[in-house]
Structure formats: structure tokens, C-alpha cells
């Protein structure tokens, strides 16, 4: 897997090493990765730094039309963004949540993970 990471206490997840900033729409906080998407990620040429900067520049992958339209109402809003991009052959879902405090929203974690780990 391209980018470094580190293990995080709890033993689900890695944090995974931020890509770069520049016309990125939002900032993903502290990014996470299941055992799953690791595991993907390791077998994969596909990097985490490449899927992050699509993911925080707009490009939501395979997404519906619906869930488009989500995350064109959550840029605005501050909620939740989803993007899922096929990596060899199956499917890796990015989701950057939103908490909310007082009617703000924060994005403080992004998490790569798959589908059947959500």
C-alpha cells in the first residue's frame, strides 16, 4: 500500500498518513482504515494518498445519482461525504463523517473501509 501508516490503539482501524491539500473542497480530519481496506489496499497499486485527494476534490467514484446529490447538499451543509471507488475489482467505500456541535458541523474522521464493514 502506498502511504505510511500507523496502528491505532483500539485494533480496528490504521490511521493512514493525510494527502496533500490544495483545491481540495473539505479537509478529511484523521483518516482511517478498516482491517478490510488495508488488506485490499496492501494487494492494490491503487494509493491512499490518490484515492483521498479524489475523494476531498470532488470525485466521488461509482456513486448513484442520489448519493450525488447528498454530498452536493453535505459540501454546503457540512454533513456526511461519501465516495466508493472499485480497487481490483471491489468496491472500497470513503466516508468522512460530520459531528455536529450546536448547529456546526466538524469533519474530524475519514474512514476507508468496505462495504461489509460498515
Same mark, same amino acid.
Given at each position: 500500500m502506498s502511504g505510511s501508516s500507523n496502528? %491505532? +490503539?483500539d485494533g480496528f482501524v490504521a490511521e493512514i498518513t493525510?494527502? *496533500?491539500?490544495?483545491s481540495m473542497l473539505f479537509t478529511p480530519? *484523521? #483518516?482511517? =482504515?478498516?482491517p478490510g481496506a488495508l488488506a485490499l489496499l496492501e494487494r492494490s497499486v491503487v494509493s %491512499?494518498? =490518490?484515492l483521498?485527494? &479524489?475523494h476531498c476534490t470532488g470525485d466521488r467514484g461509482t456513486l448513484c445519482d442520489e448519493d450525488v446529490a447528498a454530498n452536493v447538499y453535505a459540501l454546503a451543509s457540512g =454533513? *456526511? #461525504?461519501?465516495?466508493?471507488?472499485? %480497487?481490483?475489482?471491489? &468496491?472500497?467505500w470513503i466516508i468522512?463523517? =460530520?459531528?455536529? +456541535?450546536?448547529? %456546526?458541523?466538524?469533519?474530524?474522521t475519514t474512514?476507508?473501509?468496505l462495504p461489509d464493514e460498515y
Open positions: 496502528a %491505532v +490503539d493525510p494527502c *496533500r491539500p490544495g480530519g *484523521r #483518516i482511517l =482504515a478498516t %491512499v494518498p =490518490a483521498m485527494l &479524489k =454533513a *456526511r #461525504i461519501f465516495s466508493a471507488f472499485d %480497487v481490483d475489482g471491489e &468496491k472500497l468522512t463523517d =460530520a459531528a455536529q +456541535d450546536e448547529h %456546526v458541523y466538524d469533519r474530524q474512514t476507508l473501509l
